[in-house]
């Protein structure tokens, strides 16, 4: 079974900073299907990012994803007050435990 | 709009069962798998499992094998996920989502999801 572990667990920033969190997988995964999400508090979660690095409907260019192999990264390139949340990644039936994004 | 609404919140004593429904709409139902994860309080995401809304198959995580049955009913593009011989460690939000697989379970994403169904397992 693949384990997906992210860090930093919990990534203090500032609204306008560069975010860079990461998703290592404990052994190989096919990139066309590592997916990130997004979770605020006492909501569902949203998709962010499929197959490694497309964006979900409606998501903003400011979301990057990337990556290959064991190693991938979610970026947002200019954080915005919204994008404070829980982040997730995912591939198959495994997701990572959640790297916190909070405001410095 | 693509929308999951899930049933209500429920609460359940020890070795009970729970039913929870999620019906979809906005979309052609039979397009698209059902995927069930949940949530305990503070914790992070856990998938249960896959339901296929064109043959009926099926694929639970080990950990709910023997002990959660997830179905589909195309009439009314509604999903269903059972949870039986409940433990106090069942106290979770459950969450329904579309899923891409359709016919035979594979690797996947999820979206939308349902906006969630807390069950509180109780004595």
């Known amino acids: 079974e693949i384990v997906l572990t992210q860090s930093p667990g919990t990534l203090s920033l500032s609204p306008g900073e560069r975010a860079t969190l990461s998703c290592r997988a404990s052994?190989?995964?096919?990139?066309?299907?590592l997916a990130w999400y997004q979770q605020k508090p006492g909501q569902a979660p949203r998709l962010l990012i499929y197959?490694?690095?497309s964006r979900a409907t409606g998501i903003p260019d400011r979301f990057s994803g990337s990556g290959s192999g064991t190693d991938f990264t979610l970026t947002i390139s200019r954080l915005e007050p919204e994008d404070f949340a829980v982040y997730y990644c995912?591939?198959?039936?495994?997701f990572g435990q959640g790297t916190k994004l909070e405001i410095k | 709009q693509v929308q999951l609404v899930q049933s209500g919140a429920e609460v359940r004593k020890p070795g009970a069962s729970v039913k929870v429904s999620c019906k979809a709409s906005?979309?052609?139902?039979?397009?698209?798998?059902i995927s069930w994860v949940r949530q305990a309080p503070g914790q992070g995401l856990e998938w249960m499992g896959w339901s296929s809304t064109k043959n009926g198959k099926t694929n639970y995580a080990q950990k709910f094998q023997g002990r959660v049955t997830m179905t589909t009913d195309t009439s009314t593009s509604t999903a269903y996920m059972e949870l039986r011989s409940l433990r106090s460690d069942d106290t979770a939000v459950y969450y329904c989502?579309?899923?891409?697989?359709?016919?035979?379970?594979?690797?996947?994403?999820?979206?939308?999801w349902g906006q969630g169904t807390l069950v509180t397992v109780s004595s």
């Open positions: 995912q591939q198959g039936g495994t």
């Open positions: 906005g979309y052609t139902f039979t397009n698209y798998g």
């Open positions: 052994q190989s995964v096919s990139s066309r299907y």
């Open positions: 989502a579309r899923d891409i697989v359709v016919m035979v379970y594979a690797d996947n994403w999820f979206d939308p």
């Open positions: 197959a490694t690095s």
